[in-house]
């Protein structure tokens, strides 16, 4: 749930909220948030008990719009209630079954499709339809780009309570950038094994036991505990996909004594597949890192798939982590190097980059270009070297490190420690002295925090999925930087944090930020 902090415009006597600058990159990425779906629509005023559909119900209904996850958004004929459905995409007429109801929306599973969707392109994964990961895929690319655009644009309406009769809204709400590649772009995928095998309702009569019900590919959706079996991703790269076949011919081999992790009795071997594309320096041509995540440190049993995709030329580095804990996390408390180096190398903006198998770099390369130069015009330098860009929530320190050539000083922050490690050793690799980076968690900031750096010009926020914090919210409202460029894979909290940071926040915890 959203804060419940009480919110007021602050008045013309802070000036300096009032003409704040604000700047926000939203990627293209889509998060599950319940809040956001609820905030698409108004709650409905019910007039009688029929108003509300019942569980079980069958409706004939029209998907209108797409909202969070990818679900069709469709309004019950005559009451105007308003229903989710997986699957079901703009234009589609079907028939839906109400699953379950939330308050002012409910959900509907899809029985039947009555008339197919506008813009109805064929899938070309045979897996679009199961595995959830591109849902959209037979929707054409402009209408999913059309989609996103409007889904951000009334977040930051309703959310982030920003009126389309404000002038200035136009200028703030720029349009979307669309990706010049829809496949083949990601540069890391993560796999995982399992005991159970997912399979549709049409093949649940076809029991498999032992080696045959095991998986390797993505969760299906809604389960923690089955895995579609995937031989090929046309997201990640074809020498990814290389890797990811090799290791499906093989694993399940009774002589190997491979077993995959059970989530339940919390047995097994095998957790994950982490497979991490990057470019040669010298060549520009792909190489790749291949992490075997596993419950404990056993290279006899790894050394067959090792020598097996050691031999894919693109292949550059092997690494075991090694995951102890019940959950479900590819991050390894212990990593050991199996074949290669440590780390891959990528390019962004002219500069060379180190990655190792758990730190964060931007998922889509081409696109991060593009968001790079972005962030870089909102940032808008004066170009003489004299500013100073604090850069939270820094992780390899690739932005920081691409604006370094033009400012002052960089100071980044990150609660990674190898990420951190990583950033150091990029500036060092770059040539890049005017960068320093911290470890440190951002969402525990205290009273001193901003007293080990000048106060910035620019300030680069770049936070996961949840946003930022209050405490940080309230550091940053106090600092009054002339510049605040706001970097977000999710435009929900996104737009939630832009409220506070250009209209205020009032409650006892702020009263001496707003008061």
């Known amino acids: 749930m959203l804060p419940t902090y009480g919110l007021r415009r602050v008045n013309s006597g802070r ?6 600058r604000r700047s926000s990159i939203f990627s293209s990425a889509i998060p599950a948030i319940q809040d956001a779906e609820e905030s698409q629509f108004d709650k409905p005023k019910p007039k009688t008990q029929s108003y509300f559909p019942k569980r079980g119900q069958t409706l004939e209904l029209v998907c ?10 469709c309004k019950v004929a005559d009451t105007g209630f308003v229903v989710l459905c997986d699957g079901a995409l703009p234009g589609e007429r079907f028939l839906g079954r109400v699953t379950r109801k939330k308050g002012n929306y409910a959900e509907v599973s899809k029985v039947e499709t009555i008339s197919p969707h506008w813009d109805i392109v064929d899938a070309p994964c045979e897996y679009a339809s199961t595995c959830g990961g591109c ?3 037979n929707l054409l690319y402009e209408a999913q780009v059309r989609a ?8 930051v309406i309703h959310v982030g309570k920003f009126s389309e009769k404000d002038p200035e809204f136009s200028s703030i709400m720029k349009p979307i950038v669309r990706c010049d590649i829809q496949f083949h772009y990601r540069n890391k995928m993560e796999f995982s094994f399992a005991t159970k095998k997912w399979l549709p309702k049409e093949l649940l009569h076809e029991k498999e036991d032992g080696a045959s019900a095991y998986a390797l590919g993505l969760h299906a959706p809604g389960f923690f505990d089955k895995v579609l079996n995937v031989n090929k991703c046309l997201l990640q790269s074809e020498p990814a996909n290389e890797v990811l076949a090799a ?3 093989c694993w399940r081999d009774p002589q190997l004594g491979l077993s995959p992790y059970d989530v339940h009795s919390h047995d097994g071997f095998l957790k994950h597949l982490v497979l991490r594309t990057g470019r040669d320096v010298k060549t520009g041509l792909p190489e790749l890192m291949v992490n075997f995540v596993t419950s404990s440190y056993k290279p006899v049993l790894l050394k067959p798939l090792v020598q097996k995709i050691s031999t894919i030329p693109e292949v550059v580095s092997i690494v075991n982590n090694i995951n102890t804990s019940v959950g479900s996390t590819s991050v390894g408390e212990q990593e050991y190097i199996l074949h290669g180096k440590s780390t891959i190398t990528e390019i962004l903006r002219g500069l060379t980059f180190q990655i190792s198998a758990n730190s964060f770099f931007q998922t889509n390369t081409w696109q991060a270009e593009v968001l790079y130069k972005l962030i870089e015009d909102c940032a808008d330098l004066r170009g003489d070297g004299s500013e100073i860009v604090l850069d939270l929530f820094c992780g390899t320190g690739t932005i920081g490190l691409t604006l370094s050539p033009r400012v002052r000083y960089v100071y980044g922050y990150e609660v990674v420690p190898q990420a951190v490690s990583d950033a150091r ?3 060092k ?6 960068a320093t980076f911290v470890e440190g968690d951002l969402n525990k900031i205290g009273e001193n925090f901003g007293k080990d750096f000048p106060k910035p010009d620019v300030v680069i926020s770049d936070p996961n999925r949840p946003g930022m914090h209050m405490k940080l919210i309230k550091f940053l409202l106090k600092l009054k930087a002339p510049r605040i460029v706001y970097v977000s894979c999710n435009p929900a909290t996104c737009a939630r944090d832009l ?17």
């Open 499 to 515: 409220d506070y940071l250009c209209h205020g926040v009032w409650s006892k915890i702020f009263k001496d930020v707003t008061n």
């Open 15 to 20: 000036p300096w909220l009032q003409n704040f």
């Open 135 to 137: 849902k959209t895929q």
């Open 247 to 249: 290791i499906q011919e």
């Open 425 to 427: 050793r990029n500036a």
């Open 64 to 73: 209108e719009s797409l909202a969070f996850k990818g679900k069709g958004l």
């Open 429 to 434: 690799l770059n040539g890049i002295c005017n």
């Open 148 to 155: 996103k655009e409007q889904q951000v644009r009334e977040l």
